[in-house]
């Protein structure tokens, strides 16, 4: 497979605020028509809005900063196995399937910003603080995806002898 090897991983540098690597790629993942630094102004009035609402409601079990909430609902949000269609004897069949690290890590990316974008009539930072704070407690459309998508797995697990 020619061509799949990408330097991207070696290639990104962390976000210039809080010198991570994983919201630096979750900034380039919320980034649209390569407007980075809009990307940027959005995740970070995202995370100062989750700032301001961790001072103001003090709840148990949160995190003190709002790095850490995002690192949390990123977390909470990663999806342990998924449903795989895999065709045997002229039949599919809904195979679960453990779910490798990347995948993990990009499909949380992908329902978290998935679920922001269908909300309208908000600014996207707004939309984006909600979504990662419900995410980091254990709630939202995100995390409800996830739920699903672990429900699938634990119905269709009667098909996982075809996992190979």
Not at 70 to 80: D, G, M, R, T
């Amino acid at each position: 497979m020619a061509g799949r090897i990408t330097k991207s991983e070696e290639q990104l540098r962390p976000d210039p605020r809080f010198n991570n690597i994983v919201l630096a790629k979750f900034i380039n993942s919320v980034m649209l028509d390569g407007k980075k630094a809009v990307a940027q102004r959005v995740m970070y009035d995202a995370l100062e809005q989750i700032q301001k609402r961790i001072e103001k409601e003090k709840v148990e079990g949160m995190p003190e900063k709002a790095i850490d909430v995002f690192s949390k609902a990123i977390e909470n949000v990663k999806p342990e196995v998924e449903v795989r269609s895999k065709r045997v004897g002229g039949a599919n069949y809904q195979v679960p399937m453990q779910v490798n690290a990347k995948r993990r890590q990009s499909l949380a990316f992908r329902w978290i910003i998935q679920s922001c974008r269908k909300e309208t009539g908000k600014p996207m930072a707004t939309r984006l603080a909600r979504e990662l704070y419900d995410a980091a407690k254990g709630e939202g459309k995100a995390m409800t995806t996830r739920e699903n998508t672990h429900r699938m797995a634990e119905a269709n697990k009667a098909f996982a002898h075809f996992a190979w």
